[in-house]
Nanobody, 116 residues
Framework: QRQVVESGGGLVQPGGSLTLSCAASGFTFSLYAMSWYRQAPGKERELVADITGGRGITNYADSVKGRFTISRDNAKSTVYLQMNSLKPEDTAVYYC?????????WGQGTQVTVSS
């Protein structure tokens, strides 16, 4: 079964840090571009960061540049999102996505809440 499963969400205070993980299975992880998206209540889902499958080139939304870092471990079939200096506006459900050509897999999401 081809799937991606997110973990690591939770409640954190403003200025804090959190690391999300996304474990993939059932497909050749290293060939897939991996992305993190998020969706806040009442808003559309937006791209947070992505990383290519080959050279590991990264891309970030302007709102998270300098605070978030996406990385991948192909040996573990896992992609990470290190989030620092978190703000209340980062509160959302964070989703992992794997894509290669027409193939596209989504996780179930993990809630991140930034609040004092």
């Amino acid at each position: 079964q081809r799937q991606v499963v997110e973990s690591g969400g939770g409640l954190v205070q403003p200025g804090g840090s959190l690391t999300l993980s996304c474990a993939a299975s059932g497909f050749t992880f290293s060939l897939y571009a991996m992305s993190w998206y998020r969706q806040a209540p009442g808003k559309e889902r937006e791209l947070v960061a992505d990383i290519t499958g080959g050279r590991g080139i990264t891309n970030y939304a302007d709102s998270v540049k300098g605070r978030f870092t996406i990385s991948r471990d192909n040996a573990k079939s896992t992609v990470y999102l290190q989030m620092n200096s978190l703000k209340p506006e980062d509160t959302a459900v964070y989703y992992c996505n794997a894509r290669m050509n027409r193939l596209n897999y989504w996780g179930q999401g993990t809630q991140v809440t930034v609040s004092s």
